[in-house]
């Protein structure tokens, strides 16, 4: 009886081992996620004004299925809610001035609190990785990535290190040379199904172009101290394109938003190496928010 008693216990044993509990369950807390991801975007690499981080929601709460976007929105949060998603990941944050009033509404543009109101009411956290993504090594390989240019260094680069910054410093691969303005401004189109607008003359041929997502700032100034021949940056103010182009830097202005959609697909794979399941994340279309008339023509 010992011995059979013995046997059983033994094939019990071998039967879980084998079975469904012999595989790990993905458990993970928003509060985990948010500390992975803050260890690869830290906020100590932020801007003093941004908001890094989780700003809506319980960090002890397990995670059931993430998405990610570049703006966190009603309609985002609303959209990530459908899809079972309990977590949306971003990159711009929900606010930077704290809203002074929480109410139902399609848009923040009625009231400031809104997408906290639908954060909370659908039970979605929020979290966001703003210039603490712009400044970061991952960051700085998307546009030269897709551009095919080679990334040098950064024009801009953090106090903390200099491989983090804001600006990257590409050169023409030596395949592509001679590589015009006309033809870097032709390839963006293709690669981003837009056309940017563009400053300088189509005709020059570049050999050193400086990229940025999102707003350039003051970077066109940084630019010509480098000696750069063309930034390519997701958006520039007009009188800035405009005295930089006439001092000698082209400049191609994407679109803020059409600059920074690559960084989604980064925040993606960062949610992926932090341990979510791809079969768990869900990335939202935002690429449609508006469109050129020549698009919608009869």
Known sequence: MVSARKEKTKNGLAQRASGTLSKQAFVMTVGGLER???KKYPAADAEAWDRTGLTVGDPTRPIENVAIALDPTVEAVKEAASLKANVLVTHHPVFLEAPATFRPAPS????????????????????????????SQDAARALPGMLNLMLKGIVQPLEASK???YGQLCTVRAADA??????????????????????????????????????????????????ADCLVAGEVKYHDALAASQAGLAVIDLGHDTSEMPLVAVLAAAVEAAGVPKERMAVLDQSANWMYPETTRM
């Open 108 to 135: 923040s543009a009625l009231v400031d609190g809104a997408v906290v109101w639908a954060a909370v009411e659908s039970g979605v956290a929020v979290m966001s990785f703003h210039t603490a993504l712009d400044v």
């Open 36 to 38: 992975a991801l803050l």
């Open 178 to 227: 001679p590589l015009t303005l006309g033809q870097l401004a032709a390839r963006c189109t293709s690669v981003f199904g837009r056309q940017p607008r563009v400053w300088g003359d189509f005709s020059q041929e570049l050999s050193t172009v400086v990229t940025c997502t999102g707003s350039a700032a003051d970077l066109s100034r940084a630019c010509l101290e480098t000696g």
């Open 163 to 165: 491989r983090k910054g």
